[in-house]
């Protein structure tokens, strides 16, 4: 059995054939999904296929992305609708977009949304990851742990972020030719502190380039990271599942 623990099936284009793609997913062992809201327009679109699909697992939060656009009505709602997920996210810092006072504050409250109903947190993170860890700490997200979504930062702050209580997640990224840090870490950590994504519809293996990503193509990570550890991709699959589900106990 496979966990995608980053999957965004509310997302086109796979919400306009989720029932295909699902199909198609658990014929190559991939059985349950996280997905993660980026925006609260989403969160209405993520509860209905969950209660339609109860395979697919609700996480709510606000994505770096949005930080400027955020009011305190969607943090308050949040609030409220925080409890019928299993995590929070996808949320985290972003410097890519520049607006990292927004972002900062904006982390800050939903960690302490998390925190406040001791649910895990799914954490985005791009080239911020010194900040990140600063907030982790000072916010107390040990408290809660969470993933470190498709995480590509060095082992040593891969192991800043363990000595908090998350664990790492590997994407397709593992697949790429170009990949170097992925490939770093699916080595040199252990499988209890690695989960597996596919980030669909983005982040495709190297096999699909320009495609929308897949949920069934998370068996082609799967693989990939067996090779890397020399075991079967059975192996990778239970071990990699027993860290999803200590790291998110409502799976």
Not at 201 to 217: E, F, K, T, Y
Not at 234 to 247: F, H, N, P, Q
């Amino acid at each position: 059995m496979l966990i995608d623990t980053h999957c965004h099936l509310d997302l086109p284009p796979l919400f306009e054939q989720l029932d295909e793609l699902l199909a198609e997913a658990r014929a190559v062992g991939v059985t349950k999904w996280v997905v993660p809201s980026v925006h609260p327009d989403g969160w209405q679109r993520i509860a209905e296929l969950a209660a339609q699909h109860p395979a697919l697992r609700p996480a709510y939060g606000i994505h770096p992305l949005h930080a400027d656009n955020v009011t305190a009505q969607h943090l308050q709602l949040l609030r409220q609708l925080a409890p019928a997920g299993i995590a929070i996210g996808e949320i985290g810092l972003d410097a890519s977009y520049g607006n990292l006072e927004q972002q900062e504050a904006l982390f800050r409250e939903q960690l302490r949304i998390a925190r406040l109903y001791g649910l895990p947190v799914l954490i985005h993170c791009r080239k911020a990851i010194g900040r990140t860890v600063a907030i982790l700490r000072e916010e107390r997200a040990d408290q809660v742990g969470g993933i470190m979504h498709a995480f590509s930062g060095s082992l040593e702050s891969a192991r800043e972020c363990i000595k908090l209580g998350f664990v790492l997640s590997l994407s397709a990224t593992l697949t790429w030719s170009n990949a170097v840090r992925p490939l770093q870490l699916a080595a040199q950590l252990p499988l209890e502190q690695l989960v597996l994504e596919t980030d669909a519809p983005d982040l495709p293996p190297s096999a699909h380039p320009g495609c929308p990503n897949r949920p069934a193509w998370l068996h082609e990570t799967a693989s990939r990271l067996a090779a890397i550890k020399g075991i079967s991709v059975a192996e990778v699959a239970c071990r990699t599942t027993a860290t999803a589900l200590r790291i998110l106990p409502q799976l």
